[in-house]
């Protein structure tokens, strides 16, 4: 027998119960999302639909001490109308005023918060080249606003929040009301924000990253080697200073802060020249609104060669194509199948909590923090150091539930890293 539906009015009770633990994720964000520091500026990026909870991290905000908050607000049908009815060529320049507003918050030293809700497929139909023109523009003239995060020198978190396009697509076949109360409940599991001390919850969560880099980085491996049932058949070589990463980040004055909630992922970036073989999609990708299905890529010498989709070809080829760099690799990652998200059996068809579900690897820019002087070097010396540079960064999930990864030596010998879409130890 299918469960019984909730009507509204007990969808309204049920999500009006859960508002000490909303008040609980909005302090989680601020305290340990972005670590805001008293007098530091907060720049909350959000969307309209969920201006409720955008007003919860406001007054948690100002309660942390907060110098000032900048609310920026965002709306899946504003951007839909605007990239229906306005020409390619205007989204190859991002406006002067947005550009002086997030390079003059980054160069201040502003905290960055963005809230991620949005419909899936709110751009179905619409030219990839848009969005991805509009992407561009702003990753290569906002300067001190992209190198402030990728550079250490600016705190930021992304963290979900429910909308009732993207919660009826997790949840199909329930109404508005139960399915944004649903989607609420999982975003509070998945974050460990559904207990009664969240932040205590991300410290101990932080300590397990700590314990596996460590096994990661002293091994220092030459490569992994991937394989499932598939057709994955992949090696990615990694550079000779690589550090693996996850959990925690720091900024360049060691400020310690959590990039995403959720994440289960450690991560490095890849040798920008050293991958070969293909690799199959193991999940769905929501990528600029638009969906890709059932997809492959084939590498040689670092560089997407081929590839194919079931459904979204073109966007996907709009992602290898957005610049020259961006067919390479920019990061990998290594998520066990044991992790919330995936134990929950959802696919949230958002990168934020499907990649934190998954292995994955992403097309584009490489981390600075991930290479022994990254992080005092330039574009060139990030080039020469291995790390890709790109406009853009866009994360595919691979880790199939039969998943093995190998760690290989300079000397080709190999340590099972990854069975069967768990870390080696889990067996």
């Not at 769905?284 to 059932?294: C, M």
């Amino acid at each position: 027998m299918p469960p019984i539906p909730m009507t509204d009015e007990e969808c309204r009770i049920a999500t009006d119960a859960l508002s000490d633990q909303l008040d609980l994720y909005a302090n989680l964000l601020v305290k340990k999302g972005v670590a805001l520091k008293p007098g530091q500026e907060l720049v909350l990026d959000a969307p309209v639909e969920r201006a409720d909870f955008a007003r919860r991290v406001v007054e948690r905000a100002y309660r942390a001490g907060a110098g000032h908050v900048t609310v920026i607000w965002h709306d899946d049908a504003v951007s839909r109308l605007t990239y229906e009815n306005v020409e390619t060529s205007w989204f190859e320049n991002t406006p002067s005023w947005q550009v002086e507003q997030l390079n003059s918050l980054a160069e201040a030293g502003a905290a960055f918060l963005f809230l991620e809700g949005s419909d899936p497929s709110s751009l179905k139909g619409i030219d990839p080249a848009k969005p991805a023109a509009a992407r561009k523009a702003r990753n290569t003239q906002c300067r001190s606003f992209r190198d402030g995060m990728d550079f250490g020198r600016n705190v930021w978190c992304i963290a979900g929040v429910p909308v009732a396009a993207w919660a009826r697509e997790v949840f199909p076949g329930k109404s508005d009301a139960e399915a944004v109360y649903r989607l609420w409940n999982l975003i509070l599991a998945t974050s460990r924000a559904d207990g009664d001390d969240p932040e205590s919850a991300w410290e101990t969560h932080n300590a397990s990253f700590e314990k596996t880099k460590r096994w990661l980085n002293q091994h220092h491996f030459d490569a992994l080697r991937y394989r499932s049932s598939n057709g994955t058949d992949l090696t990615v070589g990694l550079t000779a200073g690589h550090i693996w990463d996850g959990g925690a980040g720091r900024t360049v004055t060691g400020t310690v802060f959590f990039p995403n909630i959720p994440t289960e992922e450690l991560f490095t970036s890849p040798d920008r020249k050293r991958a070969d073989g293909v690799v199959y999609s193991a999940m769905p990708l929501v990528h600029s609104g638009q969906v890709i299905r059932d997809f492959w890529i084939r590498f040689e010498g670092g560089c997407a060669v081929e590839f194919d989709a079931e459904q979204g070809r073109e966007v996907l080829r709009s992602i290898i194509e957005a610049d020259e760099n961006s067919c390479r690799l920019g990061e990998v990652a290594l998520v066990s199948k044991n992790t919330p998200i995936r134990q929950s059996k959802t696919l949230f068809y958002d990168t934020l909590y499907d990649e934190n579900a998954s292995c994955h690897l992403a097309l584009g820019m490489g981390f600075p923090e991930c290479v022994e002087g990254g992080l005092d070097a330039d574009k060139d010396g990030l080039l020469a150091l291995g790390v890709n540079q790109s406009s853009t960064h866009v994360d595919f999930m691979v880790g199939s539930d039969d998943l093995n990864i190998w760690g290989v030596d300079a000397d080709g010998a190999e340590t099972p890293v990854f069975v069967g879409g768990q870390w080696a130890w889990e067996e």
